[in-house]
């Protein structure tokens, strides 16, 4: 106690001899905002360390009940619970997306299982021997679609996860996905025939003659 005694002694000496030099020596130092020049701030701060005593904690007095236990079913209704619902995020879903890659594996396992059988015809040779045999409409109209797909214009089923669901892409008139809108000549044409007017309108001023 003694030792302790002189400590908080010694501190505070040296804390009035600061805090006295500090406060001859910037009795016109700005505050910073603080209300508190930089010399009562340092005091202040000496004497909050030579104060030993524990700080009062802020929870003192508050009072943490117990968590109450789990509520279990009684033990005749425990045969009768509910089954968890099944989870819609799994590929056993109707709606779920099968990607590229899935499918030439699923194609390419079911080629290698019906290998022995000769009538059998793997819809990836289909797809290519249809390919170059198309004729140049059906190429056009294939590399349209593909161009519709690439862009996502379409509107008749859902490709990707990122689509949104086919519910929201219907529109409530048909017609209007086929109005382009007006076209750009009439647009031009518009153009110059208001700059002409405006030209001849500026021409025709009345303060023209006294320029």
């Known amino acids: 106690m003694r030792a302790m005694h002189k400590v908080r002694v010694g501190v505070s000496l040296a804390a009035l001899v600061v805090g006295c030099g500090a406060m001859s020596g910037c009795l016109s130092s700005p505050t910073y905002g603080t209300d508190k020049t930089a010399g009562v701030q340092l005091l202040d701060d000496l004497g909050d360390i030579a104060s030993v005593s524990a700080a009062t904690p802020k929870d003192k007095g508050v009072k943490y009940p117990n968590r ?9 209704d425990r045969d009768n619970l509910a089954a968890p619902q099944q989870s819609l995020a799994s590929k056993d879903n109707p709606a779920w997306l099968e990607s590229p890659e899935e ?25 290519d021997s249809a ?24 509107i008749d089923q859902r490709r990707y996860l ?6 929201y892409r219907q529109v409530s008139d048909q017609s209007a996905l086929n109005d382009l809108g007006t076209p750009e000549s009439k ?14 309108t500026s021409n025709s001023s009345w303060w023209k003659p006294f320029q």
């Open 162 to 167: 990122i689509d949104p669901p086919q519910q």
């Open 131 to 154: 390919k170059n045999h198309m004729s140049e409409a059906q190429q056009t109209a294939a590399y349209r679609a593909a161009r519709q797909d690439q862009a996502g214009t379409y």
């Open 187 to 200: 647009k031009e044409k518009k153009r110059k025939k208001d700059a002409e007017a405006a030209q001849q």
């Open 68 to 76: 109450p236990g789990l509520v279990l079913p009684a033990d005749k």
């Open 103 to 127: 499918a030439r594996k699923r194609l390419a396992a079911e080629a290698d299982e019906k290998k022995n059988n000769v009538n059998y015809r793997s819809p990836l040779a289909q797809a």
